[in-house]
């Protein structure tokens, strides 16, 4: 049998706006950049939202990428229990989709040559194999948080007790260790069924035959040579690891709405700070006042995308109601201190629940981000040459945050995070003056400007991960040779 001459790459994302947006973008880039035919089956992450809806949309590329949205499962045989956590949610919600997955391909006129899964779809590596093509695992997060999830199975054998109990940092193979208080979420309780699930999945990631890491070379080279080395960490990968980042949506400013752009443009060149949590961050109704408050006495210009406060052990409580109104201006107000939003109105900009963070980063006005941390935020303040505050919440953020600060040199952080003390107004205040005005700032705005400028040449024609990805395509192929000689 011949080998064909477009191959069909169909990828899998799990629900949720920060793994549709990069698994949208791996399939551009494999149609635009590599010749391929792609579709992306996606999971809406409740009722469609309208910026997944945006994101769909933006995406299509007639004929060669197609997206597709699968119907959400019925969860109610899943047996979970109403206080399961946000990832178990996602987990379960993948679970339940195989038979709608499995349908809908069988359902395709073009033969899938080669299936690619975000990592909360281990489950459907399967269906590659029942297929009979190659199949790969797409983690849309960076090198030191795979490495640390490759491991949780040893971890997992090894450590009594609870993790976050440890004083002592976990010594990850060749990489940097991890601090027991920046282990993810899904670590931090052991009999939460969240933890079971999370290191299922580290097990099940070398059932593939790659890791695509949302990543380029340069940005860790350390920590990518530990995860390739027999010796350390690639007896866990099994597989290549190729390096693909940094992938996100290619946004200009003149994207943006005409009254948020006006805005901006008034605004002096790297003067304004954007405060955003990502898809679900939400803040605790007191730390929501004192961020508010050093926000002001900062005396900086600022864009902040509001959210409604939660309560505070709920840090991903918006999550399923990613990129929908969620208040209005009157409402979010209530949570302001008074007069806030008089005081600030020559210099702050609050838009209520959602916004167009990639394009406002995009714009010259922006000088510094004070960010959750989620991956996709981190890349794009970095593509745009954005300096960090590092406000991590949930999820792998604490992991992200000491990356960024310590490693990259990327970042700064308030010292009450990543514990649960609230951040006081006059720390905030303090961080926001060092980023936009204080040389401190300043050395991380030219280290964040090289990052800028590296990011840009691998993901360029013939740059690492431009590369990475015509060598997966070359391994692909050799691949569907291997399998198709066997039957
Ligand atoms: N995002 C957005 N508007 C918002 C909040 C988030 O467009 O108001 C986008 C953001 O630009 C990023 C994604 O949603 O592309 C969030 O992904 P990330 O990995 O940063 O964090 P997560 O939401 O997964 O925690």
Redesign the pocket.
Known sequence: MEKPEKLHAVLLSSP???HL?PIVELGRRLVADHGFEATVFVLPSSQASH?EAKIIDSAMIPKLLHVVELPAPDLSAAGLSPYATVFTRLVVMMREARPAFRSALAAMESRPDVLIVDLFGTEHLCIGDELGVPKYVYVPSNAWFLASFLYTPTLDKEVKGEYVDRTEAFEIPGCKPVRPEDVVDQMLDRSNQQYREYVRLAGEIPMGDGILLNVWEDLQAETLAALRNEEFLGRFAKGPVYTVGPL?RPVRPSGLGKELLEWLDKQPSESVMLV?F????TLSAEQLVELAWGLELSQQRFIW?LRKPTVKSLDDGSFFD?GKAGGGNDELSSFLPDGFTVRTRDVGLVLPS?????EILSHPCVGGFLS?C?????L?SILNGVPMIAWPLY?EQRLNATLLAEEVGAAIRPKELPSKEVAGREEIAKLVRTMMVEEGGQAIRARVKELQRSAEEAVAEGGTSYESLRKMKEDCKKRIHQIMKAH
Not at 278 to 281: E, V
Not at 354 to 358: F, H, I, L
């Open positions: 949720g706006m920060g947006i910026a996100i955003s990502g898809s679900g961050g995308i990613a959602w916004g167009p963070q990639a959750h989620g991956w996709n935020s981190t794009e999820a």
